[in-house]
């Protein structure tokens, strides 16, 4: 097994991370952004809109970090813990993957994007986007630890990454204490491993 990505990347995070909750062994191949691998061939061949995390599992070759999450939690998670089978439980996760890819892509993700990468991004808009998430977040997560249900699911690890990191791209999490909770419950997973911060004082611990 094979995870296309860089450390750096929230989404291919999500990935890696969730290859080693479930101890699956694979490869963590670099793809070399600054030169534009991923937007050139072979890399195109495996995703043809060009972005990471790439996942290849013999035969199969799947983009979108979340839909890998589905893939490893289908495939390899016998307990149906991570993703469930039952209608209202697997619709709480499919919700929070819904987040990560909208809200979460669009707030605390955009919002590092530009502090960390330059990115074209209005900061700002980022900012007000991720605070809003996080003001919905805090509510709902009072009196829980988990997200989707009573137990960690691919909704936790969907949304950890640049939630986690948020301070990096200008968002505190000091206003949060039930989000900062649930990021210690993550964090506290046998097989946790984190993503590195980028920048001093800014590591996810301080928030």
Do not use: C
């Not at 972005?51 to 013999?58: A, K, N």
């Amino acid at each position: 097994m094979k995870l296309y990505g860089i450390p750096l990347s929230g989404h291919a995070h999500r990935a890696h991370l969730f290859l080693k909750l479930l101890n699956l062994p694979h490869e963590y191949v670099q793809v070399n952004l600054a030169a534009g691998e991923h937007k050139q061939q072979p890399f195109l061949s495996m995703n043809p809109f060009g972005e990471i995390p790439v996942l290849q599992d013999g035969d199969v070759t799947l983009a979108d970090s979340n839909a890998i999450l589905v893939y490893l939690a289908a495939k390899y998670d016998d307990s149906g813990r991570w993703l469930p089978r039952e209608p209202v439980a697997a619709a709480k996760v499919q919700r929070w993957l819904s987040v990560a890819a909208g809200k979460i892509a669009y707030g605390p993700a955009a919002a590092r994007l530009v502090t960390v990468f330059n990115a074209p991004r209005d900061h700002e808009t980022a900012k007000t986007i991720a605070a809003h998430l996080f003001d919905v977040m805090e509510q709902e997560l009072q009196g829980r630890h988990w997200l989707a249900g009573e137990h960690a699911t691919i909704a936790d690890i969907a949304g950890y990454s640049y939630i986690a990191h948020a301070p990096e791209g200008g968002v505190s999490l000091k206003p949060y204490p039930n989000i900062r909770a649930w990021l210690d419950n993550v964090r506290a997973l046998p097989g946790f491993v984190g993503m590195p911060a980028t920048q001093a004082g800014l590591a996810p611990e301080a928030v």
